[in-house]
DNA sequence: TTATAACTGTGAAAAAAATAACAGCGTTAC
DNA sequence: GTAACGCTGTTATTTTTTTCACAGTTATAA
């Protein structure tokens, strides 16, 4: 049996970050890169660059470093499932459709497959290339499609009950953009972009430093 | 000399988690809260919840709780600005106008007042609410309505030039939404909104648990 | 009045995360 | 050939964050 060495949330985030950096270098045509170049161009230290590497394996040279192509396929490989994995947005309003514009065709790995929203002006059509279907099919269509990671973009006060349909679906990944805390079983991850904090977070350091 | 008992980042998002929640709890004429209440509504332990409530200084009653009406106030003070701070975004696209749409009036020291696009179509013109500015005028709309607070919400690619407008303007709190990590000097404060990462975190949680 | 109960505020302990430190190892320079 | 260099991988240390544990407090009830 494996040892399953438990890797923090925050270096998996952090990954996530210096894959996109790899990404970048490759169209730059570099070749090869060291952990205190990664560290300069994403904001953190060398040494962490080099612990959060270790979690997945990959040896870099003590001469070259690391080769840019080899560590982004090593950091696919960890992050990313083997197949893809599709994923459901709930909500079309403006920032449902920002999300649709942003993320499709990002990642390969992962597809926004179906969004849904109560709307019926909405529902049957297709949105920014996805279909979006009513409310009711989300079930059916979880389970059709094998969707795995749902994304809540709907106003606060519908927030848990979007999520409640999704965990009820099998969905154990989502991504929260409302303003709302969401009750979730253990072994449901809810990722949280709440604006609202973060502007006032924001707002707080950039009176206080 | 007084001194700057330094307030956890984190701690300052979760006090801005628990006056949402309050402000709920408000308007279910909720009166008396305890620790644990808070907690569990917001999903920490209770001993975190009264850790972080030492940090703005009120003291509950060992038999009510805490008073829901003196402890948002307690927060708004702690977390407020005296006064309004103005708010600036830059980016006038789907994602920028759900910032709009969301953010507007939801806090009532915290106000957008300019928007800024680099599309002809848009700039001079009112968008949810909001006056459409082209980004040449960035500097002299900070300094005229005293704006403080930034929101990024262009692609990544020009993420990093607007984040130096900003700086140069003299804004030192940013929210970005673009998937790029920013440089800037210390002392200015970016807070990271990133889809991207967060959506593959939830994927990668949804699979690995 | 005195005992009971349930909470807060906070020091102490534990856990988690970040940083520092360094041995070891290919390259290069001489 | 070998000394010196600059990097990685990893252990040790420090710092930060969270949790535990409990003394102290205030209402209530007998």
């Known amino acids: 049996m494996i040892k399953t060495s438990h890797i923090s949330e925050r270096t998996i985030g952090r990954l ?58 090593s950091i696919s490989r960890f992050l990313d499932a083997p197949q893809i994995q599709n994923v459901a947005l709930v909500g079309v309003g403006n920032l449902g459709q920002a999300v649709l514009t942003y993320l ?52 606060g006060s519908e927030a848990q009950a979007v999520c409640d349909t999704m965990v009820a679906s099998g969905i154990r990944g989502i991504v929260n953009f409302a303003p709302a805390t969401l009750k979730t079983p253990t072994g449901v991850h809810v990722e949280v972009l709440d604006m609202a904090v973060s502007l006032e977070k924001a707002a707080y350091f950039a009176r206080i430093g």
């Open 16 to 73: 996530s970050l210096y894959r996109r950096l790899l990404h970048q270098l490759q169209a730059d045509e570099k070749v090869n890169v060291f952990s205190h170049e990664i560290a300069q161009l994403s904001g953190v230290t060398a040494a962490q660059v080099r612990r959060d590497l270790m979690a997945i394996g990959y040896s870099g040279s003590s001469v070259h470093g690391y080769d840019v192509y080899q560590l982004n396929d």
């Open 104 to 155: 499709s065709g990002r990642r390969p790995k992962l597809s926004i497959v179906a969004a849904f929203d109560k709307n019926p002006v909405k529902v049957n059509r297709v949105i920014n290339g996805c279909r979006c279907y009513p409310m009711n099919e989300f079930a059916a269509q979880v389970q059709q499609q094998k969707i795995e990671v749902g994304i809540i973009a709907v106003p």
